[in-house]
């Protein structure tokens, strides 16, 4: 089993519509969780951190569920500019081991 | 201010054959990374620094040479390259307090 999995997508929606992405993680000492955005063909670039308790930037809400070991991204009102593939990354032991998801790629329709 | 620079940006060569890609910081952050980035796989960590004359080895570290011998530059070398590292390797650095990370724009290499 891979250490974080994501849906590969594509998730193909409608501009305006709700769209949310999950990961699971297997190693349940993971520490810190993040969501990066890569464009195609330019590099990863970090959208949010993901915190224990949740949290919102803008159209974008990150949470996080330890018990279950996944966690999501919403993005709310979606945009064409939001095309991107989304990375999931999981830190294992507060050291610089930080594992990256395969991604899953979204495309927002006009 | 350029931040993270990547050289070459494409490269093409040949198996068996010596290559080494650069990175280069301008903002003295502590970590360095090299990263590959392969369909399916995702990014996975080659090697990483936590200063200068401090290496360590991450996923995947066999075929790949790295040293640090100043804060802002990363070489990673590649002593005989092979058909399975055609990649597209990614370098990327990190304040010591902080987890994001700070990605170049990445070299393509391909071996032939």
């Known amino acids: 089993r891979k250490e974080v999995e994501q849906d590969p997508g594509p998730f193909n929606v409608p501009e305006g519509a709700t769209v949310a992405f999950n990961c699971t993680y297997s190693?349940?000492?993971?520490?810190?969780f993040f969501w990066y955005r890569q464009d195609c063909r330019k590099e990863p670039k970090l959208l949010m951190s993901?915190?224990?308790s949740g949290n919102e930037d803008g159209r974008f809400t990150a949470q996080l569920n330890r018990a279950s070991q996944y966690i999501s991204l919403l993005i709310r009102d979606s945009k064409l500019s939001d095309s991107a593939t989304y990375l999931c990354?999981?830190?294992?032991?507060?050291?610089?081991?930080?594992?990256f998801g395969p991604g899953t790629r979204l495309s927002v329709l006009p | 201010d350029a931040g993270i620079t990547q050289s070459p940006r494409y490269k093409i060569t040949e198996t068996g054959r010596q290559v080494t890609l650069m990175c280069h910081q301008t903002w003295s952050h502590s970590y360095m990374f090299w990263y590959r980035q392969d369909l399916g796989h995702g990014l996975r960590l080659i090697y990483y620094?936590?200063?200068?004359?401090?290496?360590d080895k991450g996923e995947v570290p066999d075929g790949y040479v790295v040293s640090r011998s100043k804060t802002e530059n990363f070489p990673l070398t590649l002593e005989s390259a092979t058909r399975s590292q055609t990649s597209v390797y990614f370098c990327a650095t990190k304040f010591a307090g902080n987890n994001e990370q700070f990605f170049g724009p990445g070299t393509r290499l391909t071996v032939l």
């Open positions: 620094s936590a200063a200068a004359d401090i290496t």
């Open positions: 190693n349940s000492a993971s520490q810190s």
């Open positions: 993901v915190y224990s």
């Open positions: 990354v999981v830190n294992i032991d507060y050291g610089q081991n930080f594992v």
